[in-house]
């Protein structure tokens, strides 16, 4: 507006004016604007805080689970060692007990799982050394040496079952059979990554060698069964050398 008689500095009032409310509304704007900073990294905090939450009860609900199949898995373990106990006969004795550690094979994955850090992932080598300790203990391994060298791995649940039981199956036969008439003997279990995802089983011992006769592409024996199944679970390939005692290959992808 432009007053008629002073105009121009009425034109100045208004500018000033003009810019005195454009400063407000900028310094307002800029206050939003913090505000709505301020309310949005709240916001994103609150939401990470409860990711974090539900992640971990869901952690804390499998681990939970793995306890209780482990438990379980014993309860099984104890019924048949106590089954066994009402048979006379060696045999017999010795299918519960084969079957008791087939079991127990299983249950110390899930014990493994719930002492990790890692949920889905288990480490090989520690596995494996408490698996073979329990077998020697079983089955008076005292008078064989036992070499065992297990790179450090860690596997999913799917592949160290298998690998459990094989190692379980072809251990336990090396301190049944391979030594008979208490001689002493050696026994060697290798593990190792042979190429990137490729992994290698070595189960050796300088025993009597196993016999000729054992058909392995058709087994007759559960034994060698199982152990053909296992080795097609984790789509393996199996070599046996008879020589110089038993010699078992496993090469598989992890
Ligand atoms: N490491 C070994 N050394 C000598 N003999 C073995 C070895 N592993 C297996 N055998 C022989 O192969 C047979 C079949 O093994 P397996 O199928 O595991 O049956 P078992 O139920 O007797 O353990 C055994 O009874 C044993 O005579
Ligand atoms: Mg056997």
Do not use: C, W
């Not at 939401?47 to 804390?60: D, F, G, H, M």
């Not at 014993?74 to 079957?99: G, H, M, P, W, Y």
């Not at 050796?204 to 152990?227: A, H, R, V």
């Amino acid at each position: 507006m432009i007053d008629s008689y002073t105009g121009k500095i009425s034109a100045v009032v208004e500018f000033v004016r003009d810019i005195t409310e454009k400063v407000k509304t900028e310094k307002q704007l800029k206050k939003y604007a913090t505000k709505l900073k301020q309310m949005n990294e709240e916001l994103e905090h609150r939401v990470q805080k409860q990711t974090e939450e539900i992640k971990n009860a869901e952690r804390l609900r499998v681990l939970e689970l793995h306890h209780r199949i482990k438990n379980n898995l014993q309860v099984i373990s104890s019924l048949l060692n106590l089954q066994s106990e009402k048979f006379n006969d060696d045999t017999v004795n010795e299918a519960f007990r084969d079957t008791q550690n087939r079991v127990i094979s299983m249950s110390l994955v899930h014990q493994k799982i719930y002492h990790t850090k890692g949920l889905e992932s288990i480490n090989v080598r520690d596995y494996i050394e408490d698996l073979i300790e329990h077998l020697i203990s079983l089955y008076n391994g005292e008078k064989t040496l036992v070499k065992i060298d297990i790179q450090d791995t860690y596997f999913g649940i799917d592949t160290i079952i298998p690998l459990g039981m094989l190692i379980n199956e072809l251990v336990s036969n090396s301190l049944k059979y391979a030594y008979p008439e208490d001689k002493y003997g050696e026994l060697n279990v290798i593990f190792y990554e042979s190429n990137p995802g490729l992994y290698t089983l070595i189960v050796s011992d300088n025993g009597k060698g196993i016999p000729e006769d054992i058909d392995l592409d058709n087994p007759s024996s559960l034994g060698m069964q199982i152990i053909k199944s296992l080795v097609g679970q984790i789509d393996g390939d199996l070599d046996v050398d008879g020589n110089n005692g038993t010699t078992f290959i496993i090469n598989f992808n992890g």
